[in-house]
Nanobody, 124 residues
Framework: QVQLVESGGGLVQAGGSLRVSCASSGLTFSSYAMGWFRQAPGKEREFVAALSFSGNTTYYADSVKGRFTISRDNAKATVYLQMNSLRPEDTAVYYC?????????????????WGKGTLITVSS
């Protein structure tokens, strides 16, 4: 059974930083692209960032480029999202996701597995 478990969410002030993690189990982690999506209150879930299984290729939503960085540790089967210069509009539930191809995840929203999400609240 595949599980993706996010951690590290919480409350942060605007301009601050936060790193969220997603630990996987039951998945051949090194064979999957990993990504992050988010859903703000009253809005649809949207793509944030994706990383190829090798870690060599990244994709970012325009709204987070230059502020967020996705990375992975295949030995720990964990993917991270470092978020800097946070804004109130970044407030959302952040979901970890896995798919076989990072481009399809980023451009088409194709996902094989979802985590349950972690809430990040950015106060102004």
């Amino acid at each position: 059974q595949v599980q993706l478990v996010e951690s590290g969410g919480g409350l942060v002030q605007a301009g601050g930083s936060l790193r969220v993690s997603c630990a996987s189990s039951g998945l051949t982690f090194s064979s999957y692209a990993m990504g992050w999506f988010r859903q703000a209150p009253g809005k649809e879930r949207e793509f944030v960032a994706a990383l190829s299984f090798s870690g060599n290729t990244t994709y970012y939503a325009d709204s987070v480029k230059g502020r967020f960085t996705i990375s992975r540790d295949n030995a720990k089967a964990t993917v991270y999202l470092q978020m800097n210069s946070l804004r109130p509009e970044d407030t959302a539930v952040y979901y970890c996701a896995a798919h076989t191809a990072a481009r399809a995840m980023a451009n088409l929203g194709r996902i094989d597995y979802w985590g349950k999400g972690t809430l990040i609240t950015v106060s102004s």
